[in-house]
């Protein structure tokens, strides 16, 4: 950015903050970096269902977790240059590296899905049903932080819920899969869902700073 276009942009930001508009460009771009998440997902859930190679969705996943990383760049930078944010900064950090955790998980299980290359990712399929399901929550609660906050709370909730969901999924999978005999196929499976249940505890951990927020601004 020139240096003559620094302080344009820097009178439209606070221009934006007399207006009361920063608040919806803080959401929006909080939004967006979920969006970016959430396509990761779609992709880990469309290889776990045999759709896409784990080859092909590596690739794709190593563009999606840039455009991730550029929406979470995005915030970063915008928070810098705003004066009012619709909550606390320092639940915006937080909230943004618990959803930008979640991109990483989901990075790593797609990437060790194709380096142990086990006969099948059918087990995988609830438990990124409910990633999945915890994201379109999440989306939810932040769009609802200035039209309707006082359901944030809920909607984060079901975030949270989505969460636990995969843990109990990933249980359930254990158990059919330490059911037969033990190979070096199990191990593998096992390690991946491990990770998964790495993605459902960020996924909470995203939904409680959320919740958190809330729970500041509302005193």
């Known amino acids: 950015m020139s240096a003559a276009v620094r302080p344009v942009r820097r009178i439209r930001l606070v221009w934006d903050d007399l207006r009361g508009r920063s608040g919806d460009r803080v959401v929006g771009q909080v939004a967006r970096q979920i969006r970016a998440v959430r396509d990761g997902a779609e992709l880990a859930r469309e290889m776990a269902a045999g ?5 092909e969705a590596r690739a794709r996943m190593t563009e999606i977790e840039h455009a991730g990383d550029a929406e979470r760049a995005a915030l970063a930078a915008m928070l810098r240059g705003v004066l009012a944010t619709p909550i606390d900064r320092e639940d915006l950090y937080r909230l943004s ?13 797609v990437r060790e899905a194709d380096l142990f290359g086990p006969p099948g990712l059918g087990f995988a399929v609830p438990p990124l049903d409910a990633v999945l399901e915890g994201l379109t929550s999440l989306d939810t609660a932040v769009r609802m932080v200035l039209a309707e906050p006082a359901a944030v709370t809920v909607a984060a909730l079901g975030a949270r819920k989505a969460g636990n969901r995969v843990r109990e999924t990933r249980q359930a999978a254990l158990t059919r899969l330490f059911a037969g005999p033990l ?33 500041k601004r509302s005193h």
């Open 51 to 55: 759709r896409v190679p784990s080859g």
């Open 97 to 109: 590296r618990s959803v930008d955790d979640v991109l990483d998980n989901l990075r790593d299980f």
């Open 183 to 215: 190979d070096i196929d199990v191990l593998r499976r096992r390690e991946l869902l491990d990770r998964l249940d790495a993605v459902g505890r960020r996924l909470g951990e995203a939904a409680d700073a959320l919740s958190d927020a809330m729970l």
